[in-house]
């Protein structure tokens, strides 16, 4: 199904692609090792409003990243460019499809959780969760390093 998407030029995808990968990976550390966990500061009064606000302004921020990172990801594993092996674009959509049914399946429920007020049950279970999107984001920024070097050397 992927080979029917059109051949498009590979190099700018993969720039684009590469940026966002690495975009959102240094994003994620940061939000697993200094954002949320500072969620629990916010204070119970406030913290309704908090994540509403924290909701909206981090789905501006992310989903951009997020989309091009999905959609560049397909076209690369659509028409592998000469110096990425088809097993390496396969395994970079595998991770994106990873990261983003952990995103929707296990921290949006979470977040939801916590749009009603600060529990700390559902603070430190998507404290927990988050791991994998850390995870699998950071193996997804060593692979398009990899593509990288090859492309290079």
């Given amino acids: 199904m992927l080979s029917m998407l059109p051949s498009l030029p590979q190099t700018p995808i ?13 994003l994620i550390w940061f939000v697993q090792v200094v954002h949320y966990p500072l969620f629990g500061r916010v204070g119970t009064e406030d913290y309704a409003a908090y994540q ?3 909701a909206q302004r981090t789905t501006l921020l992310v989903m951009p990243p997020m989309l091009l990172e999905l959609l560049t990801a397909g076209l ?3 028409h592998p460019p000469a110096y990425v092996a088809a097993w390496q674009a396969y395994l970079g959509l595998a991770l994106v499809g990873g990261v983003w ?9 979470r977040h939801n ?5 600060y529990d700390p049950d559902a603070h430190r279970a998507l404290v927990a969760t988050n791991w994998l999107r850390t995870l699998a984001w950071s193996l997804r920024a060593l692979l398009v390093l990899a593509m990288t070097a090859q492309a290079l050397g």
């Fill in 14 to 26: 993969f720039l684009l692609h590469l940026a966002a990968t690495l975009f959102m990976t240094g």
């Fill in 52 to 54: 509403s606000a924290h």
């Fill in 76 to 78: 690369l594993a659509a």
């Fill in 101 to 109: 049914l952990s995103t929707f399946l296990l921290q949006v429920p």
């Fill in 113 to 117: 959780l916590l749009g009603g007020g």
